[in-house]
């Protein structure tokens, strides 16, 4: 009996030494240069429906359902999705926009698991004819979520994406 306490106990220990440990927020970002000028690419940015035009998701998934509420490019504007096990099911709300700079959002993920997490699209000048574009979301890792953290790399599993729709973005804006 004794023995068993003493394993309970461990594991216990164990479970709070790593949720001690564990990260408890993570941030992604990913950046590109565009040859185009900050407001043309800006303009492109602020409308979620611009997204299935270089998103890796929609690629992932082309058929998924996608609906679209308020007006798009403005603060409020929803994108819906859901696509299949690579994409999941979520909405994306924009929350703030700083003209010309920024497009903030938010990410409410609802499959393969709930979380919710803050997006960002950023621009800046390089020169007249040159932005850089940032795109980049973080969020909080919740209890026992933040122990899988441990083992398993956020910027890894999502960077490539970011990467891959940077590089879209550039192609279809550049083209």
């Known amino acids: 009996m004794n023995t068993i306490l003493y394993i309970l106990?461990?594991?216990?220990?164990?479970i709070i030494i790593l949720a001690v440990i564990a990260p408890k927020t993570y941030h992604v970002s990913r950046s590109i240069?565009?040859?185009?000028?900050?407001?043309?690419?800006?303009?492109?940015?602020?409308?979620l429906k611009n997204q299935d035009q270089w998103s890796p998701w929609n690629q992932k998934d082309p058929d998924m359902e996608k609906k679209f509420t308020?007006?798009?490019?403005?603060?409020?504007a929803i994108?819906?999705?859901?696509?299949?096990?690579?994409?999941?099911?979520?909405?994306?709300?924009?929350?703030?926009?700083?003209e010309?700079?920024?497009?903030?959002s938010e990410l409410r993920f609802l499959k393969p698991w709930k979380s919710t997490s803050d997006a960002y699209l950023a621009t800046e000048s390089v020169d007249p004819d040159t932005t850089k574009?940032?795109?980049?979301?973080?969020?909080?890792?919740?209890?026992?979520?933040?122990?899988?953290?441990?083992?398993?790399?956020?910027?890894?599993?999502?960077?490539?994406?970011?990467?891959?729709?940077?590089?879209?973005l550039k192609s279809n804006l550049e083209g």
């Open 9 to 14: 106990a461990g594991v216990v220990l164990l």
């Open 33 to 47: 240069v565009i040859a185009k000028p900050k407001s043309e690419v800006f303009e492109n940015l602020r409308f």
């Open 79 to 98: 994108s819906y999705w859901n696509g299949n096990k690579d994409v999941g099911e979520g909405e994306q709300e924009i929350t703030k926009i700083v």
């Open 133 to 168: 574009v940032t795109w980049g979301f973080s969020g909080k890792n919740k209890f026992p979520f933040s122990i899988m953290m441990l083992f398993m790399n956020m910027d890894k599993m999502v960077g490539k994406d970011f990467e891959e729709g940077l590089d879209n």
């Open 70 to 76: 308020g007006t798009d490019g403005e603060v409020g």
């Open 100 to 104: 010309g700079e920024r497009v903030e």
